[in-house]
């Protein structure tokens, strides 16, 4: 079986500018999580989803903001990116109240 | 502040020694876990830490989680190198995310 799949691995964007990244959970999963993790730390919550519904966000701006969809993949989408948006992010899926498992991330670099 | 302390932040060993890592918190968890990440993948879980005082095993890998809930350790025997990478403890303060410590990273010298 597949595990959690994300898209793109790896992309450069420029100050300012808007980035989607793309996750698709394993299949029977409902819950998605995102997490940022900026090089030599561990990584930060950002949001949950279950059920197409929002369960929890992370201490991020406004300017982070997340769906999910009928068939259980998400979407991130960072607007007006900065520097310190640069870093890799993780999707992880599980069933509910379940192991999470994740995905190999997106690496996002703001030039 | 970071929830969760993990000490050392570097370690490097050469293959065949032991070493520990720790994870260190002022709050009480129900539970811990225990990631590990190799460079370019994401945290792969190795083991859940319920019960004060539990002590789990895997292969040469052992998981202790404090009395008091509070702490806990990750102690490699023998390591070898592909024991590499970076351990990461996370706990679940509530019931929808991980919050995770910064990692110890670990490097095994042939």
């Known amino acids: 079986d597949a595990g959690v799949t994300q898209s793109p691995t790896h992309l450069i964007k420029t100050r300012g500018q808007h980035v989607t990244l793309r996750c698709s959970p394993i299949s029977g999963h409902k819950s998605v999580s995102w997490y940022q993790q900026v090089l030599g730390q561990g990584p930060q919550f950002i949001f949950q989803?279950?059920?197409?519904?929002?369960?929890g966000r992370g201490n991020f701006p406004d300017r982070f903001s997340a769906r999910q969809f009928p068939n259980y993949s998400s979407e991130l989408n960072v607007n007006a990116l900065l520097l310190g948006d640069s870093a890799l992010y993780l999707c992880?899926?599980?069933?509910?109240?379940?192991?999470?498992?994740f995905g190999e991330g997106s690496w996002l670099t703001v030039v | 502040t970071q929830l969760l302390e993990q000490s050392p932040q570097f370690l490097s060993i050469q293959e065949g020694e032991n070493l520990t890592v720790y994870c260190n918190s002022s709050s009480v968890f129900s539970s811990l876990q225990w990631y590990r990440q190799e460079p370019g993948e994401g945290p792969v879980l190795l083991v859940t830490?319920?019960?004060?005082?539990e002590v789990k095993k895997l292969k040469r890998l052992t998981f202790q989680f404090g009395d008091a809930r509070k702490d806990s350790s990750l102690h490699i025997t023998a390591a070898q190198p592909g024991d590499t990478g970076l351990y990461l403890c996370a706990a679940i303060p509530n019931d929808y995310k991980l919050s995770f410590g910064a990692g110890t990273t670990v490097t095994v010298r042939a």
């Open positions: 989803y279950y059920e197409k519904e929002e369960r």
């Open positions: 992880a899926s599980s069933l509910i109240h379940n192991t999470i498992y």
């Open positions: 830490v319920v019960t004060g005082g």
